[in-house]
């Protein structure tokens, strides 16, 4: 197969990195960017020297293979549907959807089509994220017993130019920035077998203090404040606290307890490291070599993966899947917040493969 011509569609905040990304990525032939604001996409399209174009010409263009979904997590699922409609392989920005049955959707019609689905995140191919897996499937932690993963903050209306989805349902810390975590942790211990979830609002609005917006208040629509309790099936019992509501905090990003030390697992966020293990009775914290490319900000890393599974007849790693069970495990925790039992998953998955230390021939 030639070289995949790529769509964009959302020409936001995070579509940049994207663009820059996806233009050096060899196997990508041609980018379009696409927007139903067009003046959005034409002002992308102008700063990263691509076409843009609208939406709808994005999804009649024959040549067009893979079109890459970066609208608000609302309109995910719709705009990944229209994708798979048009007969074309779709990659969206996580979450897959807001809710599960749209997940699944998505899924058994991209298979009617015979199309893929692949979904962000991707920061578990980066090089942090790989060494980690490396150290765990090698041992150097003994046999995985538990873990902690800790996102908090104090919301995203300080920087972000149109925070109020992030109110919304489907935002929220445990769907906004939960997938980070969740699929980092599936990828380094499998899935998962049940969940359960304690949920609340602290504050019932936020006031904007970025530009454009700023002093608008946004009524806030979804927990802030997520802990939850994660059971995989091979045993580890991972605590969970996804919060918009703490101030300062020195939690570390994740820890992994294994019966032989403990790894600490660098921000699931990045691509990179730190990486460090400290074993048994050891008073330090030992550095760990990062053992694969991929470490600076490289999203846009799992649409080169898929593109290069297209061509190659290969699985794709970031995958619809593995999204859903993600999209599951969140939406089970903040059931269980509401019901008061445990959530038992359905999906079952098997960990993506590692990453190749010399990645497929792409550029680091
Ligand atoms: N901003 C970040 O730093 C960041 C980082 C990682 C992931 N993400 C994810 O990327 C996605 C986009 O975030 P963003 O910050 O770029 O948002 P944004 O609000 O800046 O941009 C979204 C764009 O999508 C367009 N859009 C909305 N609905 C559409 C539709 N139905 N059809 C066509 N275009 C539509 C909007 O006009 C807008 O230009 C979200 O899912 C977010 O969670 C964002």
Redesign the pocket.
Known sequence: MNRLQVGI???????GRYIQNLKSVPFIEKLFI????AS?AKNKGTEFDIPSVA?QTLLDDPCVDLIVN????K??A??SRMIIEAGKHVYS???LAVTRDAGEDILTRAETHRVRVGC?PDTFLGGGLQTCRKLIDDGWVGTATAGVAFMMGHGHESW???PA?FYEEGGGPLF?MGPYYLTALVALLGPIRRVSGAARASFAERIITSAPRRGEIITVKTPTHVAATVEFVQGPIVTLVTSFDVWPTSLPSIEIYGSEGTLSVPDPNDFGGPVRIRRGRESEWHDMPILYGFTDDC?GLGVADMAYGIMHNLPHRAHGQLAYHVLEAMDGILQAASSGRHYDMKSRITRPDPLEPSGWGLRD
């Open positions: 569609i959302g020409a936001g905040v995070i579509s696409a927007d139903q604001d959005r939406v970066l609208t608000p997590p309109a995910h719709d705009v920005e996580k979450p962000a972000h130019p149109d989805f906004d999203r």
